[in-house]
């Protein structure tokens, strides 16, 4: 069965770098969306990302955090200067149409020194 | 807005045991879709049923049945005869339907431990 693919799967930084954390979802998918989970805690929506342009994103999804389909496989999202607070599970989703269900990969754990 | 209460945090069973995991959800929306997802230990998120709002027939999959009430804004997942792989973290979501409307809100997710 196709799945989402995230790597890394567990990401170690350096608070103030920056960190881009890929993810390959499923090939015939169009909507993709990452999501966080704070240790512990519930997961967030961030973003949702469509036809090459952000649909919707979250008021935690700031200026620090950017995201980009740079070809037709691959979805990345990028933190440019990393804070403590963003250490988290960070999960990549994807759908084949609009009101698909979103399958998720496995996520990145994101660790910030 | 919309908003998933999940207000059992942690519920512990032993194996066999049914157990029923509630969900509460508010949403101005008129249509709108109800997931739950499981996340094991190994942390992934495991898809397990999404009910669409206009659909209040209960659903039933092997040990595992829903009961989606419109009317009380709930949709309770109910594990028959627990087993200790049942043990994992599970979350209830809700979304609207279509286009930006996709976005899963979740709740804080329900911690079941099944012993031996």
């Known amino acids: 069965e196709p799945e989402v693919t995230q790597t890394p799967s567990h990401q170690v930084t350096q608070m103030g770098q920056e960190v881009i954390l890929r993810c390959v979802p499923i090939?015939?998918?169009?909507?993709f969306y990452w999501y966080r989970q704070i240790l512990g805690q519930k997961v967030e929506f961030l973003v949702s990302?469509?036809?090459?342009?952000?649909?919707?994103k979250s008021e935690i999804f700031d200026d620090q955090f950017s995201v980009e389909r740079p070809d037709g496989s691959n979805f990345t999202l990028k933190i440019r200067s990393t804070k403590l607070e963003d250490s988290a599970m960070y999960f990549c989703?994807?759908?084949?149409?609009?009101?698909?269900?979103?399958?998720f990969g496995d996520g990145t754990r994101l660790s910030i020194l | 807005a919309q908003k998933v209460t999940q207000a059992q945090t942690e519920i512990s069973v032993v194996e066999k045991e049914d157990v029923t995991l509630d969900c509460v959800y508010e949403?101005?929306?008129?249509?709108?879709?109800l997931f739950w997802y499981k996340q094991p230990p190994s942390g992934e998120l495991v898809f397990l049923i999404r009910?669409?709002?206009?659909?209040?027939q209960n659903e039933i999959s092997g040990r595992y049945s829903w009961n989606f009430q419109k009317s009380t804004s709930s949709f309770n997942f109910t594990i028959t005869a627990s087993q200790v792989v049942d043990s994992a973290v599970y979350f209830c979501?809700?979304?609207?339907?279509?286009?930006?409307?996709?976005?899963?809100?979740f709740g804080k997710g329900i911690t079941l431990s099944v012993r031996p």
């Open positions: 979501a809700l979304s609207g339907i279509g286009g930006a409307n996709s976005k899963l809100t």
């Open positions: 989703a994807s759908s084949g149409r609009d009101n698909q269900p979103q399958h």
């Open positions: 949403t101005r929306d008129t249509t709108y879709y």
């Open positions: 009910r669409n709002s206009f659909d209040e």
């Open positions: 090939s015939n998918h169009l909507y």
């Open positions: 990302f469509y036809n090459n342009e952000i649909s919707e």
